[in-house]
Every structure is written in C-alpha cells, then in structure tokens.
C-alpha cells in the first residue's frame, strides 16, 4: 500500500529483532492485548506449550507470533520452500535492514545509504535494556526462536544480508564510523 502512494525511487529500509529476545518483550509488552499470552500464567509456562495458549486467528494474537513476519505483511501460513524465495523478494523492497543488536552499526550504514553527512546522525539510548543481559535463558531464547520460526527465519537472512553490507562497506571503517558516532 506504501509503494502505491511513494515515488518510484523511495528507498526503503526497516529494522529486525533476534526472536529469541523480541519474544520475551513481546510477551511483556503485549501481554494485555494477547489472549495467547494473557492465559498463560508466566513466559516459562508459555513455552513449555505454547500451542495450548495460542490460538491462530483470534484478535490479538498475532503479538504472539511471528510478529516481525506479521509487520512485514507476509503470508502466514506459509509452505516452508517458498520461504527463501518470500525473502528474497521482501530484500529487493527493503535494500537495507538494520539489526536491533547492532543498532550503532546499522546507523552508520544507513547514513551512508542514504548520503547523509555524519552531523546528521545522532545516538541516544532510549527504551533499551543496555547493558543488561536478557532475562530469557538460553532454552528460552532457543524455544522462542522455534516458536517464532518464521521470525527466525526472516531475521536469519537479513542478518547474513547486513553483515554482507557491512564487508562491503570495510569492517574497519565501519568500526571506526561506530567509534566516532559513539562520541
């Protein structure tokens, strides 16, 4: 619906999350707006079983998910051979997607993409943990990863896709743009 209203040269770009840690805020954030997650009594039971929490098609649920697969707009269900090829097109749209995790570093590539000089970029943390280890285990990071399979997959490809930006770009130069936003 976008590309309809925008010219024909937008460029466009967005951003993606590791599932194994979008799930855990996902199920804090959206907690009152998922049945799924509602009735569930901690993110540990969730996991345990999810599919006796969460039922495809009831309103709200989609936060429960395959909430980045569901943002994109793509088809769900999906037959798993036509994933790669769902990913591929959805790249020819999105040229450039930034990684959560890698936020400083997706700043500077996108600056570049977008010809800007460096004063006009700026960083702050807002809204983030920091520092702060995530409060999923690894299991949990590793069950929300299974769960939210197509959002593993999405973000899997777009994490091998940045990081062949990010060569292109120079790994050196990349690190020493970081370093200099970071100031």
């Known amino acids: 619906q976008v590309q309809r209203v925008m010219p024909?040269?937008?460029f466009y770009f967005s951003i993606v999350r590791d599932p194994g840690?979008?799930?855990e805020s996902a199920f804090s954030y959206f907690r009152a707006a998922a049945p799924a997650f509602r009735r569930s009594p901690s993110l540990s039971a969730f996991l345990a079983s999810p599919s006796r929490f969460f039922r495809p098609g009831i309103r709200g649920?989609?936060?429960a998910r395959n909430l980045q697969w569901f943002d994109f707009g793509l088809p769900e269900p999906v037959e798993?051979?036509?994933?790669p090829k769902i990913l591929e097109d959805l790249e020819r749209i999105f040229p450039l997607v930034?990684?959560?995790?890698?936020?400083d570093e997706s700043l500077v590539?996108?600056?570049h993409r977008l010809c800007w000089p460096s004063h006009a970029v700026d960083l702050f943390?807002?809204?983030s943990r920091g520092d702060k280890p995530p409060n999923a285990d690894p299991e949990q990071r590793r069950r929300l990863r299974v769960w939210n399979s197509l959002d593993w997959a999405l973000y899997s490809h777009f994490n091998r896709s940045f990081w062949r930006h990010a060569r292109e770009f120079g790994m050196e130069r990349l690190g020493k743009e970081v370093e200099e936003l970071r100031e």
């Open 8 to 10: 024909n040269d937008s």
């Open 21 to 23: 840690t979008l799930g």
């Open 61 to 63: 649920n989609h936060y």
């Open 80 to 83: 798993p051979q036509k994933i």
């Open 98 to 103: 930034l990684l959560a995790e890698r936020f």
């Open 109 to 111: 590539l996108l600056r």
């Open 125 to 127: 943390p807002h809204n």
